[in-house]
């Protein structure tokens, strides 16, 4: 399937405008046509970040500057998923969007850059497993290892579940992994017995 280079062009210029990163059904709203976005996929123009969610290719990875920023402008946020398992280096994914946590009651925050992706929290899973680093002599809420682990299982079908298997792998071979609160987190989020049988697998 051929795409004419202008409507590439086109598409990447929405991209661009939307800070790089947009949902199908969003770029399918800006005009894009569903030829064009998958042809784009398919041909390495985009990344995609996970179900029915795509990244412009050619777009640096998120670093850690880009966190604080977010952290900066999105004071009661907590970094979450894909972008604290990277910042406790139990993952493979290299991030290209800050994944923020936000408590129910707070209104979604509005930032054109860096790319950033907010996620409702219950107010107990908000509050439970809060750490706060310095970054750039800047303090920025993450959630623990254990809390963040159970956080990807919690939202598995739109990070994958492959991706929270694989940071509870990593995060085994800590030598200062804690079992106790990974449990604890589990049961506050509701999906001890989910992570049981993948943890079982690996004492």
């Known amino acids: 399937m051929n795409i004419n280079k202008g ?9 661009q405008k939307h800070g790089g990163i947009l949902r199908a059904s ?24 996970c179900r029915g969610t ?25 970094i979450c998923l894909i972008s604290a398992l990277s910042f406790h280096e139990i993952t493979t994914q290299i991030p290209h969007e800050v994944c923020v946590a936000i408590s ?28 706060v680093h310095k970054i750039s002599g800047i303090g920025v ?30 995060w085994r071979k800590k030598k200062n992994a804690r079992i106790d609160k990974l449990v604890e987190y589990a049961k506050i989020c509701r999906v001890y017995n989910v992570i049981k049988p993948y943890a079982e697998a690996m004492l």
């Open 54 to 78: 795509y990244r412009l290719a050619e777009l640096e990875p998120i670093d850690q500057q880009d966190i604080v920023t977010v952290a900066s402008k999105v004071k009661p946020g907590v």
């Open 7 to 15: 409507k590439i062009g086109q598409a990447k210029s929405i991209f």
């Open 104 to 131: 129910r009651t707070m209104a979604y925050p509005r930032l054109k850059y860096p790319p950033t992706r907010f996620f409702r929290f219950s107010d107990d899973a908000f509050q439970a497993g809060i750490e």
């Open 141 to 170: 809420k993450i959630y623990s290892p254990e809390k963040t682990i159970v956080d990807c299982f919690k939202y598995r079908n739109k990070i994958g579940l492959d991706v929270a298997i694989e940071a509870l792998k990593f």
């Open 26 to 49: 969003d770029a399918f709203k800006e005009g894009i046509h569903p030829r064009t976005l998958y042809f784009m996929r398919d041909n390495n123009e985009l990344e995609v970040l």
